[in-house]
């Protein structure tokens, strides 16, 4: 048994992975008995720990918001940095994509509400599978300045670099400033991309974020669009197709999971995988048949909502009898 410093830091770590937490299953993870949870959470309470209990048989523990835990000391850039960093870690295949999300929620729940308020503008779609090629790197004052704009729904004006070596910088006789409605920020295979709509085109367009020059002040607010088929993740994929997109399976499904899109996508290298809050994503997936999708998404550890098709709704139910008659020693049936 790990010593209780030890064990309330695990304690801790664990509350911030997801929302809600039943007493037995924290106390099967930490290999001690509920009252030892009970007594370890009364300490980490002493602590300054918000921590709410639910009672009942199902009865668990969350983690409140962290307003009476003194804020740690990190100016605005820093703040930015934090967040890039920790959020593109999804991305960076090391296996340390999970680690990184607890450390934001715990960065972020003892941060000051300004700076709480910046991270969470920065809101990062991870689409793709991770890439061994070097990538090219992006100011983070760029990142900012574009997930700012998509965050406040502002036309962003800005300077595209051209893709060759000698048209990356712009002056004064160069094109003009491209205009368009940022609507997500997104990662595929290491690379930054905003996905936006083009005003002088009158299209869509994914825009590669190290050749974008930010111009200010931003353009007007603007009312959101949907992006063809409704879904930012599957819409990229569309358009890099052949370009490490996911594999043309016969089944494909989505649904959504109560847990962080870091903490998914780097176990579904051909999966598509959209950020839909600091503790929800969209997944997209595919499998050779209908129940080992099912299978494979019913490995995380978090609660599911299926988006569709009903083919995905019925391979659930369908693998919910065969576990629920393996567990009383029946027969599963067919």
């Given at each position: 048994?790990?010593?209780?410093?030890?064990?309330?830091?695990?304690?801790?770590?664990?509350?911030?992975?997801?929302?809600?937490?039943?007493?037995?299953?924290?106390?099967?993870?930490?290999?001690?008995?509920?009252?030892?949870?009970?007594?370890?959470?009364?300490?980490?309470?002493?602590?300054?720990?918000?921590?709410?209990?639910?009672?009942?048989?199902?009865?668990?523990?969350?983690?409140?918001?962290?307003?009476?835990?003194?804020?740690?000391?990190?100016?605005?850039?820093?703040?930015?940095?934090?967040?890039?960093?920790?959020?593109?870690?999804?991305?960076?295949?090391?296996?340390?994509?999970?680690?990184?999300?607890?450390?934001?929620?715990?960065?972020?729940?003892?941060?000051?509400?300004?700076?709480?308020?910046?991270?969470?503008?920065?809101?990062?779609?991870?689409?793709?599978?991770?890439?061994?090629?070097?990538?090219?790197?992006?100011?983070?004052?760029?990142?900012?300045?574009?997930?700012?704009?998509?965050?406040?729904?502002?036309?962003?004006?800005?300077?595209?670099?051209?893709?060759?070596?000698?048209?990356?910088?712009?002056?004064?006789?160069?094109?003009?400033?491209?205009?368009?409605?940022?609507?997500?920020?997104?990662?595929?295979?290491?690379?930054?991309?905003?996905?936006?709509?083009?005003?002088?085109?009158?299209?869509?367009?994914?825009?590669?974020?190290?050749?974008?020059?930010?111009?200010?002040?931003?353009?007007?607010?603007?009312?959101?669009?949907?992006?063809?088929?409704?879904?930012?993740?599957?819409f990229v994929a569309d358009r890099f197709q052949g370009s490490d997109g996911p594999d043309d399976w016969p089944c494909r499904g989505e649904v959504i999971l109560d847990l962080p899109a870091a903490a998914v996508s780097r176990y579904v290298h051909d999966g598509l995988v959209e950020e839909l809050g600091p503790d929800r994503c969209r997944l997209v997936l595919g499998s050779w048949s209908w129940?080992?999708?099912?299978?494979?998404?019913?490995?995380?550890?978090?609660?599911?909502?299926?988006?569709?098709?009903?083919?995905?709704?019925?391979?659930?139910?369908?693998?919910?009898?065969?576990?629920?008659?393996?567990?009383?020693?029946?027969?599963?049936?067919?």
């Amino acid at each position: 048994m790990q010593k209780t410093s030890a064990r309330l830091l695990s304690l801790l770590s664990l509350l911030q992975v997801r929302r809600d937490w039943p007493g037995a299953l924290l106390a099967e993870r930490l290999c001690v008995s509920p009252r030892t949870v009970r007594r370890d959470v009364d300490r980490l309470r002493e602590l300054g720990y918000p921590i709410m209990a639910s009672k009942g048989p199902d009865g668990g523990y969350r983690l409140g918001a962290g307003t009476e835990l003194p804020p740690l000391l990190f100016d605005d850039e820093q703040a930015v940095a934090l967040a890039v960093a920790l959020q593109s870690a999804a991305g960076t295949g090391a296996g340390i994509e999970e680690a990184a999300a607890r450390a934001l929620n715990t960065v972020r729940q003892v941060m000051p509400a300004r700076l709480r308020h910046r991270i969470d503008t920065l809101q990062v779609t991870a689409v793709g599978r991770p890439t061994a090629r070097p990538t090219p790197q992006v100011d983070s004052r760029v990142l900012m300045a574009l997930s700012a704009a998509v965050h406040a729904r502002e036309v962003l004006r800005f300077d595209y670099a051209s893709a060759s070596p000698s048209g990356a910088g712009q002056d004064s006789t160069g094109p003009p400033p491209r205009r368009a409605q940022p609507h997500h920020l997104v990662t595929w295979s290491g690379r930054w991309y905003l996905v936006a709509w083009d005003l002088d085109r009158e299209d869509w367009r994914i825009f590669r974020a190290d050749r974008i020059s930010p111009r200010t002040p931003t353009g007007p607010r603007f009312t959101p669009r949907e992006v063809p088929g409704g879904e930012v993740a599957a819409f990229v994929a569309d358009r890099f197709q052949g370009s490490d997109g996911p594999d043309d399976w016969p089944c494909r499904g989505e649904v959504i999971l109560d847990l962080p899109a870091a903490a998914v996508s780097r176990y579904v290298h051909d999966g598509l995988v959209e950020e839909l809050g600091p503790d929800r994503c969209r997944l997209v997936l595919g499998s050779w048949s209908w129940p080992g999708l099912a299978a494979t998404i019913g490995r995380f550890d978090a609660d599911i909502e299926v988006v569709g098709p009903p083919e995905l709704r019925h391979a659930f139910a369908h693998l919910a009898r065969r576990y629920a008659d393996a567990s009383a020693g029946g027969p599963t049936g067919v």
